[in-house]
């Protein structure tokens, strides 16, 4: 009889450890690092990217698009970006994602084909968001001959 009391007593107890055990373990399995749970907002920096259908538009041959930031070249638009969609959150021959400090920002976009030109405009980097700037060719400045 003594036997069957403690078995029955270290059951439940087992039971309960290995119940939480599993329990920790599906909660460690089932988090990653993109977890918004778990992310950690960066209120000190937020994203700029950059993309532009030109190099399709105009009659140069290929290009580049310059980007500059503050007057510091900070990346290339190789290639014009031709989906009717908003470009994914990263870099790549057709985009430039730039992580920036919060606060207002000069950015201007060099435009090299033919008498080449510009865009250019002041923008406020917000934190932890990402602006989206589609450089038209309607808000493209001219140099002059």
């Known amino acids: 009889m003594v036997l069957n ?4 007593n270290m059951i439940p107890k087992q039971l309960k ?9 599906l909660i460690l399995i089932g988090c990653s690092d993109d977890d918004p749970i778990l992310e950690l907002k960066d209120t000190r920096t937020g994203q700029l990217l950059f993309y532009t259908d030109i190099q399709a538009m105009a009659n ?3 290009f580049d698009v310059i980007i ?3 007057q510091d070249s900070v990346g290339v638009l190789h290639k014009p970006y031709l989906a009717n969609t908003l470009p994914e959150r990263s870099s790549s021959d057709t985009t430039l994602l730039l992580s920036l400090d919060v606060g207002k920002v000069n950015y201007k976009a060099l435009f090299p084909c033919g008498n080449g030109g510009y865009w250019t405009n002041e923008v406020e980097v917000l934190p932890d968001s990402c602006i989206y700037i589609f450089l038209d ?7 002059d001959k």
Do not use: P, R
Request: glycine fraction near 4%.
């Open 5 to 8: 009391e403690k078995l029955n």
């Open 17 to 25: 450890f290995f119940s939480i055990l599993s329990f920790l373990i």
């Open 137 to 143: 060719v309607d808000d493209l400045k001219l140099n």
């Open 68 to 70: 500059q930031i503050n």
């Open 60 to 62: 140069c041959g290929e």
